[in-house]
């Protein structure tokens, strides 16, 4: 069985940083392209960051500058740091990859976890 397992969640006051890991594990031969979503109670997921293969990378336009996603393909990790932190990034964060297994590619979620930004 393949999943993805997200961490690094929290409660972080407004300017501050917190680097959400999201690790695949099972029958992984690699992590093709990867992204990070997010959701607010009422909205919908919505697309933060997106990574390809390589290191190509897109942002959404609200957090361009602050965040940053990036890769470990040794860990089989996908990171989002994300810095100077606002009470709207409040949400809780997705991960989703293109896995490459030993049967095929795989697409899945990780589990969610939850972002607060408050004072």
């Known amino acids: 069985q393949v999943q993805l397992v997200e961490s690094g969640g929290g409660l972080v006051q407004p300017g501050g940083s917190l680097r959400l890991s999201c690790a695949a594990s099972?029958?992984?031969?690699?992590?093709?392209?990867a992204a990070w979503y997010r959701q607010s109670p009422g909205k919908e997921r919505d697309l933060v960051a997106v990574?390809?293969?390589?290191?190509?990378?897109n942002y959404a336009d609200s957090v361009r500058g602050r965040f940053t996603i990036f890769r470990d393909n040794a860990k089989r990790t996908v990171y989002l740091q994300m810095n100077s932190l606002k009470p709207e990034d409040t949400a809780v964060y997705y991960c989703n990859a293109d896995l490459i297994t030993t049967v095929g590619i795989r697409n899945c979620w990780g589990q969610g976890t939850q972002v607060t930004v408050s004072s």
């Open positions: 990574i390809t293969t390589g290191t190509t990378t």
């Open positions: 099972g029958s992984i031969v690699s992590i093709d392209a």
